[in-house]
Every structure is written in structure tokens, then in C-alpha cells.
């Protein structure tokens, strides 16, 4: 498989060790810096090109998709904090006929932590005298605050307790990976689950996982969907 990498930090360089390590070639590369407005992303640069792998920042994102979807190449973006443009993404996938994974966290263990909260909250809810909350810690470079984990952990509880505002609160300090817990407190007792990021290994991982699942393929996706077939 051939991929480009926007945007080539830390998240791009370990991205590029994992997809060589696996066969694939890694046709292109741009940073921040060397993509304003997008303007690397042309059909020369990514000729050839299976899966765009996009790890940037929440303000380049619609601009690199209008882009690199103009170009009939399939993506991945595992950029956070553009949420609020999802339909506008979705509407340009759709119009060029390409294939689009996103995710607000490309680590199977936080997405399966997503579908133990679902449970979680199903049962809590049914006992008043527990209130649910949120809290996440990041390094100090992470843009978003809250979190988009924090934010699909916010949507999956208030769903679940059918709109009811769930405290969420954030940090960004030193050089965290990634943590987030979710909460149900009474006067009796505290229960707490937390997932802990070691590194931005699965993070990569995954992200790499979803452009070998998205090759060839048509349809907007997000990664969870993916993962439950």
C-alpha cells in the first residue's frame, strides 16, 4: 500500500516506522509547516497514493480533505477538535466517492473502554444517587481541551442519561500520552474507570490498522465501526 502522511511529528514519524515495518511505502510526506492552506497536497504529490493519513492540527483539517478527497484518495484522519465541521466533511466524502475513516481516538483499548462506559452508564442511570463524570490529562502540546475522547465519553453518558449535562473537566500538563476516567459518585462510594495511554504506539496503530481497512473502499466510517465489522 502506498500512503502520504500530513503532517509529519511525532505521530507521522511512528506511523512511517509501523507502515514500513508491515510492507507498505510511504509515497509522500509533508509537515505543517510545508502545507499551508494545503497547498502541497497536489495530484503529483499524490499520485499513486492508496490512503492519505492525516495527523495535523483542527484548523488544516476540512482544508485537507477538500483537497485530497478533490484527488479520488482515500483518508484517515486522526486529528482531533473538528468535530463541529463533521458534516461538512461528511457532505465532501460523499459528493468525490472516496473512502474517510475519522475517530476521536484510534486506540482499540480506548474504543473498547467506549463500549464498557456504554454498559457502565446503562446500569448507573438506574440509580439516582450516583452522578457521572468525566476527567482527562494530556501534555502540554495537545491543542483540544477537552479531549475528543473526553468528548465521545461526554456524548455516551448523555445519551445514556437522555441529555443530562455530564461534568467534564480537562488538564494538559508535561508530557502525558493520555488519560481519561469516568466517574459515578454517591455518599456511599466512588467507582472510577480509567484508561491509561503508555504511548502513542496505539495510537498509530490503529490509525494505520483503519487505511489497510479503508483501501479500495467506499462510505464514511468511523473507526469504531471498523472494529465491530
Same mark, same amino acid.
Given at each position: 500500500m502506498?500512503?502520504?502522511?500530513?503532517?509529519?511529528?511525532?505521530?507521522?514519524?511512528?506511523?512511517?516506522?509501523?507502515?514500513?515495518?508491515?510492507?507498505?511505502?510511504?509515497a509522500?510526506? *509533508?509537515?505543517?509547516?510545508?502545507?499551508? @492552506?494545503?497547498?502541497?497536497?497536489?495530484e503529483?504529490?499524490?499520485?499513486?497514493?492508496?490512503?492519505?493519513?492525516?495527523?495535523?492540527?483542527?484548523?488544516?483539517? +476540512?482544508?485537507? +480533505?477538500e483537497?485530497?478527497?478533490?484527488?479520488?484518495?482515500?483518508?484517515?484522519? /486522526?486529528?482531533?477538535?473538528?468535530?463541529?465541521q463533521?458534516?461538512?466533511?461528511?457532505?465532501?466524502?460523499?459528493?468525490?466517492?472516496?473512502?474517510? *475513516?475519522?475517530?476521536?481516538?484510534?486506540?482499540?483499548? +480506548?474504543?473498547?473502554?467506549?463500549?464498557?462506559?456504554?454498559?457502565?452508564?446503562?446500569?448507573?442511570?438506574?440509580?439516582?444517587?450516583? @452522578?457521572?463524570w468525566?476527567?482527562?490529562? !494530556? !501534555?502540554?502540546?495537545?491543542?483540544?481541551?477537552?479531549?475528543?475522547?473526553?468528548?465521545? &465519553?461526554?456524548?455516551?453518558?448523555e445519551?445514556?442519561y437522555?441529555?443530562?449535562?455530564?461534568?467534564?473537566?480537562?488538564?494538559?500538563?508535561?508530557?502525558i500520552?493520555?488519560?481519561?476516567t469516568?466517574?459515578?459518585?454517591?455518599?456511599?462510594?466512588?467507582?472510577?474507570?480509567?484508561?491509561?495511554?503508555?504511548?502513542?504506539?496505539?495510537?498509530?496503530?490503529?490509525? &494505520?490498522?483503519?487505511?489497510?481497512? +479503508?483501501?479500495?473502499?467506499? /462510505?464514511?466510517?468511523?473507526?469504531?465501526?471498523?472494529?465491530?465489522?
Open positions: 502506498n500512503l502520504a502522511l500530513i503532517g509529519y511529528g511525532k505521530m507521522g514519524r511512528l506511523i512511517e516506522e509501523l507502515a514500513t515495518a508491515r510492507g507498505h511505502r510511504v509522500f510526506k *509533508v509537515d505543517i509547516d510545508e502545507n499551508r @492552506d494545503g497547498q502541497a497536497l497536489t503529483q504529490n499524490l499520485r499513486g497514493v492508496d490512503v492519505a493519513i492525516d495527523f495535523t492540527t483542527p484548523e488544516a483539517v +476540512v482544508r485537507s +480533505v483537497r485530497v478527497t478533490a484527488l479520488g484518495v482515500n483518508m484517515v484522519v /486522526g486529528t482531533t477538535g473538528w468535530m463541529n463533521l458534516e461538512a466533511v461528511r457532505s465532501m466524502v460523499e459528493a468525490k466517492g472516496v473512502g474517510f *475513516v475519522y475517530g476521536s481516538n484510534f486506540s482499540i483499548g +480506548v474504543n473498547l473502554f467506549f463500549r464498557l462506559m456504554e454498559a457502565a452508564a446503562a446500569q448507573f442511570r438506574q440509580h439516582s444517587q450516583y @452522578d457521572p468525566i476527567y482527562e490529562i !494530556h !501534555h502540554r502540546a495537545k491543542l483540544d481541551a477537552p479531549s475528543g475522547t473526553a468528548l465521545k &465519553l461526554k456524548q455516551i453518558l445519551k445514556a437522555e441529555g443530562r449535562e455530564v461534568s467534564t473537566a480537562s488538564n494538559r500538563a508535561g508530557a500520552p493520555g488519560e481519561h469516568v466517574g459515578f459518585d454517591s455518599e456511599a462510594d466512588t467507582l472510577t474507570f480509567t484508561h491509561t495511554a503508555r504511548s502513542r504506539l496505539g495510537f498509530a496503530s490503529g490509525a &494505520l490498522h483503519a487505511a489497510e481497512w +479503508v483501501r479500495g473502499k467506499k /462510505g464514511f466510517y468511523e473507526f469504531s465501526d471498523i472494529l465491530s465489522g
